[in-house]
């Protein structure tokens, strides 16, 4: 049941960057005297997609707001919102380490009151949507195909939609762009036993199931609309 959990979060969401292939599996090698047929594998360890699915804790933004008085903190206050992020992964050079293209979408939100000229609390309740877009290049220290650990580095540009919906469905919509760069450390479930491991490449087609650890300096371009800050996050990462 695991298995198929981590197969239907990790692996199913990527299949929309990547067409589906069919193997040919040959004779087999032996055949014993009761009836057993043995094949000879190869090695499917080395695969060229991978997907990510993470939790963490991203800086509150700094939102100014165009009255001067009211900013994102006076009405959702300073707490840290909670982040879910997935990263999509696409590795065609492996000749040294693994370098690839990655695509990521986050999401995180946050309630809060609206507020009078005066300070005052209004009574309206409004939510805060950000929908983080991101577009950027990964390379992970991995040189061999099942390693107990594997650090990687990643950095590129997100586009933040922003939503602010008020309670009886009023809402406005702006948009602001960043900059990331990330760092993070990978360990490898996969290889602590082989037959997990195996059971895991043949049945599913993944390779190596990580705990992905990653820390992200966010960079904004806009001072109005300032995401700046540094998001940690932990999760699962699937190589197929």
């Known amino acids: 049941m695991f298995r198929k959990f981590i197969f239907l979060i990790l692996v199913l969401p990527g299949a929309v960057f990547a ?12 055949i014993d005297k009761e009836g057993a047929y043995y094949y000879k ?3 499917q360890t080395l695969k060229t997609q991978a997907s990510s699915l993470r939790v963490g804790n991203i800086r509150p933004p700094n939102i100014e707001s165009v009255d001067g008085t009211t900013n994102y903190s006076s009405m959702y206050g300073t707490s840290v919102p ?30 809060g009151n609206g507020h009078f000229e005066d300070g005052t609390a209004a009574r309206e309740v409004y ?47 702006v948009g602001t ?16 036993d082989r037959d997990t491991a195996f ?5 599913y087609g993944i390779s190596n199931l990580w705990i992905s650890l990653e820390a992200r300096q966010i960079q904004s371009t806009s001072n109005a ?12 990462t699937a190589d197929y």
């Not at 069919?22 to 090698?29: G, L, S, V």
């Not at 992964?89 to 986050?106: D, R």
């Not at 609309?225 to 699962?236: A, C, E, I, K």
């Open 19 to 30: 067409a589906t292939s069919t193997q040919k599996i040959d004779r087999p090698f032996l």
């Open 41 to 43: 594998t190869n090695d």
């Open 82 to 111: 909670l982040i879910a992020q997935y990263d999509y992964e696409w590795q065609p050079f492996q000749e040294f380490g693994k370098l690839g293209v990655q695509f990521g979408v986050g999401y995180f939100s946050a309630k």
């Open 127 to 173: 939510t805060f949507h950000a929908l983080p877009l991101s577009v950027g290049a990964i390379y992970r220290f991995q040189y061999t195909h099942r390693p107990y650990i594997a650090p990687f580095i990643a950095g590129g540009g997100t586009y933040y939609a922003l939503v602010e919906v008020r309670d009886d469905n009023k809402y406005k919509a």
């Open 177 to 192: 762009t960043a900059l990331y760069g990330a760092g993070g450390l990978l360990l490898n479930i996969t290889a602590i």
């Open 199 to 203: 059971t895991f490449d043949t049945e």
């Open 225 to 236: 609309l300032n995401f700046t800050g540094l998001m940690f996050s932990l999760g699962l």
